[in-house]
């Protein structure tokens, strides 16, 4: 009989045994569970806070009204939210807002001091030193694109990203204006003659030089002062023509104004001297002689072709006749095309060649 109890104890003994390893077999097994499931979360929030403070760049649009390309940046713009902001000057009162745009990434995205631009005058230049008052805001915008309304993209985001990120100077298209006659005495000696530079108004610049820019009060109120815009020859026949056209110095503020503030402040070291954005100037075919020479091709429906795009890419070196200068393009220190962006375009040129998938990246782009 006691040999039975015995027996009995010694079972209850086991079974307690068991359960014990069988529990602590479940709580382990439920640590382990925790302990994976705690480091995932860990894992996503870091890369959370890494994608929260991914650089990005900033796209300023200088648009008359609504923004007609605004499917084909859409296209470019989608996936890619945490690397990218958007900031459109128009004209004053205007919204972009579902009625005005199709693309999401527009909407509300319009500055709300805007003003009025008049094409060769200072109210260019003002106009982006408001976009990138604006963009500046944002610590994270560090790179700042100036585009038209009429501007396409030839690449896609990443190829573009990776282009504009990998070096740290600004893309500037910069020379030395000796033919044009366009600098004015009078600006002298607060801008002396040798710091006059031209270049296109579309650039890519670092928040060094953005805040630059926008700190400047010495060489923006001599453009303000001294470059007048000339009256155009639809004003003569209307008007008739000025008595003395000598008094109208029409400097183009929009084509001097940033290179030559980098020139004046020391800077021409810290930047890459060409545009990322390519115009075609061949007007030599224009029907219309007044209007020759003062603005870039547009490009219509008809024109929108693969070997078009192809062609622009294919631009790997630009010639400064008045520097006797070739700059040869690269990116991270390899032979590459000159150009990103490319206009004038049509809204139907656009569309066609977004359809077609004339733009984004082909397989040499990535």
């Known amino acids: 009989m006691k040999r039975k109890v015995n027996q009995q104890k010694n079972q209850h003994r086991w079974k307690r045994k068991v359960f014990a390893g069988v529990l602590m077999g479940l709580c382990f097994v439920s640590l ?12 996503l929030a870091s890369l959370r806070r890494l994608s929260a403070t991914k650089p990005k760049i900033a796209f300023l649009f200088i648009a008359r009204n609504r923004l007609p390309l605004d499917m ?10 945490d690397s990218f902001s958007v900031f459109v000057h128009s004209r004053p009162g205007f919204l972009l807002n ?59 985001f990443s190829y573009t990203y990776d282009y504009i990120m990998s070096t740290s100077t600004s893309f500037v298209d910069s020379f030395a204006d000796t033919k044009e006659g366009r600098y004015n005495p009078k600006m002298d000696p607060v801008i002396p003659v040798s710091n006059w530079r031209k270049g296109s108004q579309w650039v890519v610049l670092t928040r060094k030089h953005a805040e630059v820019i ?7 109120p001599m453009f303000q002062l001294h470059c007048r815009r000339k009256s155009l020859p639809e004003f003569w026949r209307e008007h008739g023509r000025p008595i003395d056209n000598s008094k109208e110095h029409n400097c183009i503020p929009d084509e001097h104004y940033v290179p030559t503030l980098l020139a004046q402040e020391g800077l021409e070291e810290e930047i890459t001297r060409r545009s990322l954005t390519h115009s075609s100037w061949d007007l030599s075919s224009s029907k219309d002689r007044e209007r020759r020479g003062w603005h870039p091709v547009t490009y219509k429906y008809s024109d929108a072709t693969h070997s078009l795009v192809q062609s622009i890419k294919d631009i790997n070196n630009i010639y400064y006749e008045t520097e006797h200068r070739r700059e040869w393009c690269s990116s991270k220190g390899k032979p590459s095309g000159c150009f990103l962006f490319a206009r ?23």
């Open 98 to 156: 579902k009625a005005t745009t199709r693309s999401p990434y527009f909407y509300n995205r319009q500055i709300n001091d805007s003003i009025q631009v008049d094409w060769g005058g200072a109210t260019m230049i003002e106009a982006e030193r408001i976009l990138l008052t604006y963009a500046l805001q944002d610590p994270l915008n560090k790179r700042f694109v100036f585009l038209s309304d009429s501007c396409i993209p030839l690449y896609n």
């Open 32 to 43: 382990m569970l925790m302990q994976t499931q705690y480091s995932r979360i860990i894992r």
């Open 72 to 81: 084909v940046w859409d296209a470019f713009f989608q996936g890619e939210e």
């Open 214 to 220: 926008v700190n400047d009060n010495t060489v923006f």
């Open 344 to 366: 004038k375009f049509t809204r139907p040129a656009a569309i066609r060649l977004l359809n077609s998938s004339a733009l984004g990246a082909s397989r040499g782009d990535r």
